[in-house]
């Protein structure tokens, strides 16, 4: 990384030149620090994914040097690597079974003797890796292989590791009958090289529709199904990026952090997914825990805001079940405990009040009808004043909140919980230990918080920046108004605003005439203009659009204003006579039985009598309409023969 491929339109030397006033070892050794973090981001994400299938290969090893009953046949693991490149499986199964194999590919091949020796070096857990199997080609050495295997002077048997791309079935061609039948086969299947992709978009946290992922998609599908590429890809645009931005902050060196910091970023990541997992499925739900951390850390609002995601979110939990608040409060119980005791204590009271909901309702009810008999007492014996009867009024009503003891519950648990996560998921800037470090800054920075990389590489490599941007305006100068008119008009001709003129339809076209003073002003343009006016001239004439009578036009249009009217009417009129009845009916349906308390099948008869009686008055209203537009076009004939 001595070179710096096209900043800003220069090639840089990086050891030569300094970069934003930062000395180039510092710079190279941030952008080191920041790639690996990424890389090992990415390691983690690859290693998840194949993990599974390298424990089976190491319990199938293990279990064949553990057994001493000498099972017959060489015991060979097929493993089906997919074609992926970039993922290394011998280093992996190296760190499981803690015994480094003897590696045996096209490239890097044997003589069976070196093998013997090597294999009689080695302890008693022996195994051999032969790589890119379909690139060897059937013939004594594979056999000869087997031959060396299959020698009765190894106490244990060793395992035979064989990868190949795709096919099992080049196993059958490559080695000889004889030797095939002292084979043990068992095959394992790698994930497809699709997995890997989805993994490492997940590692940066990279939207699927976003520009990047397609790029990085094509690459990978297309070209190469490599690993290596994809990194090579990210780490040129993370230095891009790194490049254009101005402040990095500090990191936090590993031997620098105290406990306070690893406990504050724990308890972070810990409630973030534990967040994200209570709203699945609410409105403003983040797509990923990167989205709904890059919320919380630019909103410093984002637990007290009216109409934001987390307002949205508690109306959902107010309505929650109590099984589903003792479950949430389940997942809370183990997080909280090691934050705070007084949170730990307010959960776990929490939940014996839930989990004897029951035997609380009973004792309320209890105490309420004990209280409303003292009270139905006292108002026998006395009268009472409007004073009395309002404080009486306050007083039911404060008894029906006591007597519903789930909804007390739901806004004790909307409490605690609210308490809980703006108290752990903090902004960092409100962080004394975290203050001045890499995980808080501008925007830039906040957006490279390992793992999240998204919105940084994103930008840095697919939206440049635009620079030296000037309005172009072209200056028509001598060019007359009426050639501009006819420009214009056949400009809209040519995008179907305006209809053409023909023979056809020269009834429903109107003619424009242009005006004797701009034929008669020879100042107003040039010969070109009046050679245009000529032709147009000569070309109206010829068709005969001149001579259409005024009157059939004008009959014409208003015959057509009244149909188009009298359409649009009906239309408008029918939506609301199959659409306005059945909802007025639904509507004082709900109204009669809900606030009424009438029974659904008597509330059915008012509801219905009110959607005839909206019929009627849409079709009253449909007949008044067009009774008003009759008149109005009556009137219209009448003033236009008077202007005759």
Known sequence: MEYCAFHKGKRRLLESDPIDGRE????????????????????????????????????????????????????????????????????????????????ISPSQTMSLYDLHEMLRKMGNEKYIMLKQVECFTAGPYLDGLISVLTDPVWEKKI????????????????????????????????????????????????????????????????????????????????????????DFGTDIAPNTRDAETETILASYDTFLYLLHELTAGFP???????????????????????????????????????????????????????IASCYSNE??????????????????????????????????????????????????????????????????????????????????????????????GQQEIMNLVIPSTAASLEKAFLQPKLRNEHEYVVNLKDISPILRLFRCIGELEFMGILKTASDRNTNMVNVLYVPHSAMDSPSEGSDDDYSILGDASRDVASHKVGKVDSDACKECMIRSNMQTVAFYNLVKYSLLMFTLPFIAMYCFYLFIKDRAGWAPSSALIPAALLGVLVVYLVIALFIYVAYKEEKRDAELQKISKKQE
């Not at 984002?302 to 107010?318: L, N, Q, R, T």
């Open 284 to 338: 403003y739900h983040a797509e990923s825990v990167y989205e709904l951390h890059s919320w919380i850390q630019s909103n410093p609002n984002f637990f007290i805001e009216k109409g934001g995601p987390y307002s949205a979110w508690k109306s959902i939990w107010v309505t929650w079940s109590v099984e589903e608040m003792v479950d949430s409060l389940l997942k809370l119980w183990n997080p909280v405990r090691r």
């Open 159 to 246: 395992v035979l590791v064989v990868t190949v791309a795709v096919d099992f079935n080049v196993i059958f061609t490559r080695f000889s009958q004889e030797s095939f039948w002292k084979l043990t086969l068992y095959c394992f299947h790698m994930p497809t090289p699709i997995y890997a992709l989805q993994a490492i978009c997940e590692a940066v946290a990279i939207k699927p529709d976003g520009t990047l992922h397609k790029e990085l998609r094509d690459r990978f599908l297309r070209d190469s199904l490599s690993v290596c590429e994809m990194k090579r890809i990210l780490k040129v645009t993370l230095l891009h990026k790194i490049l254009e931005c101005e």
């Open 24 to 103: 180039n070892g510092t710079f190279l050794n941030d952008f080191n620090a920041k790639c690996s973090k990424l890389m090992f981001q990415i390691d983690c994400e690859l290693n998840k994914l194949y993990e599974e299938v390298v424990f089976e290969v190491a319990a199938f090893t293990r279990s064949y040097w553990e057994n001493t009953l000498r099972p017959p046949g060489i015991p060979v693991a097929v493993v089906r690597c997919e074609t992926l490149d970039g993922y290394d499986f011998e280093l992996a199964l190296i760190s499981v079974l803690k015994i480094k194999p003897i590696c």
């Open 347 to 440: 959960v776990q009271k929490l939940l014996v009040d839930l989990r004897e909901i029951d035997r609380r309702k009973t004792a309320v009810q209890k105490e309420a009808l004990s209280e409303h008999e003292a009270s139905s007492v006292s108002i026998c014996r006395k009268r009472v004043s409007l004073h009395e009867m309002q404080q009486r009024m306050r007083d039911k009503i404060a008894q029906k909140k006591r007597l519903d003891v789930v909804s007390q519950d739901r806004q004790r648990f909307i409490r605690l919980l609210t308490q809980i996560m703006s108290k752990t998921l903090k902004i960092f800037h409100k962080v004394p230990s975290l203050e001045g470090k890499l995980l808080i």
